[in-house]
């Protein structure tokens, strides 16, 4: 019975203990990817004009987060981006050159597909308002008057000048 007792106690003692010893949040298995904006917001840019943006990510995961995809809509040219894995903890960069080729507004999206756990795949998305080009106005066109020959009366030959004779007295 005493062994009983013993094993009771053990038990309960074992009991309180893990009771009351902290939880601890597991991370989540994998890569995470977290950007610093999802958005870029441009004033008004001229028709036609260029732009650069760049997007900001961290891999807040704990292993390494690796960029599989990245791609752009149409305006743009193909993103550059940092190819080798993100360690946790670290950051990379997407960036990306764009034209406005309307006028009005514009929208540009970046898609991103990656190892990450959460959103393996991300709408980045660039955006903004175009003016049209100022264009100096049309020359006025000048009506050209047509000027009608006059005809010419024919010139007649020079004739000798008359000499003067001395007076005689």
């Known amino acids: 019975m005493k062994k009983f007792a013993l094993i009771c106690l053990f038990a309960t003692m074992a009991y309180i203990a893990g009771a009351q010893e902290e939880k601890k949040e597991v991370p989540a ?56 894995p993100v360690m946790p903890g670290q950051s990379g960069v997407i960036k990306v050159h764009y034209n406005t080729n309307n006028v009005g507004g514009f929208s540009k999206t970046v898609t991103v597909t990656s ?31 047509k000027v009608e020959a006059k005809p010419v009366a024919p010139v007649k030959a020079a004739e000798p000048a008359k000499v003067a004779e001395p007076i005689r007295r």
């Not at 004033?43 to 990510?57: M, P, R, S, V």
């Not at 292993?63 to 809509?73: C, G, T």
């Not at 756990?117 to 000048?142: C, F, H, M, W, Y």
Request: net charge neutral; glycine share 10%.
């Open 29 to 84: 298995n994998g890569a995470k990817i977290r950007f610093e904006e999802m958005e870029h917001q441009y004033g008004t840019i001229n028709k036609g004009g260029n732009g650069d943006c760049e997007f900001t990510f961290w891999n807040d995961g704990n292993e390494p987060l690796i960029l599989q995809n990245v791609k752009a809509s149409c305006g743009c040219t193909t993103p550059s981006y940092t190819q080798k």
């Open 115 to 145: 190892n990450a756990v959460d959103n393996p795949r991300v709408v980045l998305r660039i955006k903004g308002n175009v003016k049209a080009d100022t264009v100096s106005p049309e020359p006025v066109k000048q009506e050209q008057k």
